[in-house]
């Protein structure tokens, strides 16, 4: 994509991941952005990565934040939240203790640090692929979500199952609230150009002599 194709979205959402370390937060991200998952890569101290994305004909640009490890440390902050417009909220589902830490408090963290009070949660129960060593189920995850508001899916960074659509979902949702979506807008969105074209130099038709 060229760099003014880049500047022509129609909206900019602030996306990013929570959770315990390990969950495959970083794999997510990278399984969406390049579809790789590199199993070897430790979490870089990455910032952000941009990926644009086309949601019920609207272009959009996504700013995706990723943590740098803190996690462990539980240092998440005020920083790191502000002005997300969407918060993707992952557990493993073969670890049942990184489900509780998102119910006790992962999911506190968020509704206290975010700006935005209406930004969109999606609650993410991450490898899926490993099906016969799964101890979270479906249905108390969903209940959770329920009890909270939150979008809910499972998904495998591994397969790529679900992760385009953990990414789609948000966004289709974000773009539904009108507070979100009018603080996202572009507006320095380039105009489309005006057809007519100066007349050609030294034309003379408009040269006083
Ligand atoms: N089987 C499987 N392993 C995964 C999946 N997602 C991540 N992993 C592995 O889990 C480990 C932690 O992943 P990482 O993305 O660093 O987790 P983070 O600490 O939450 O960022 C790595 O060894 C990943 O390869 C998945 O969907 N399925
Ligand atoms: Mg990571």
Redesign the pocket.
């Known amino acids: 994509m060229g760099s003014s194709a880049e500047q022509d979205y129609d909206y900019s959402f602030k996306i990013l991941l929570s959770?315990d370390?390990?969950?495959?937060?970083?794999?997510l991200v990278q399984s969406f952005i390049s579809h790789f998952?590199d199993?070897n890569r430790p979490?870089l101290g990455t910032d952000f990565q941009i990926k644009y994305l086309t949601v019920g004909g609207k272009k959009l640009k996504l700013t995706i934040w990723d943590t740098a490890?803190q996690e462990r440390f539980r240092t998440l902050t005020t920083s790191y939240y502000r002005g997300a417009h969407g918060i993707i909220m992952?557990y493993d589902v073969t670890r049942p203790e990184t489900f509780t830490h998102l119910t006790d408090i992962w999911s506190k963290e968020v509704e206290q640090y975010s700006t935005n009070q209406d930004c969109i949660k999606i609650l993410a129960g991450?490898?899926v692929?490993?099906e016969s060593e799964r101890k979270v189920t479906k249905e108390e995850a969903s209940a959770f979500a329920k009890a909270k508001g939150y979008l809910c899916l499972e998904c495998?960074?591994?397969t790529r199952q679900n992760v385009e659509k953990c990414f789609q979902d948000l966004a289709e949702k974000i773009l539904q609230v009108p507070n979100l979506a009018e603080q996202a807008k572009n507006t320095s969105k380039p105009q489309p150009k005006p057809t007519q074209t100066a007349p050609p130099k030294d034309s003379g038709c408009c040269t006083i002599q």
């Not at 370390?21 to 794999?27: F, Q, R």
């Open positions: 959770g370390s390990g969950v495959g937060k970083s794999s998952v199993n979490t490890g992952v991450n490898k692929d490993k495998s960074a591994k």
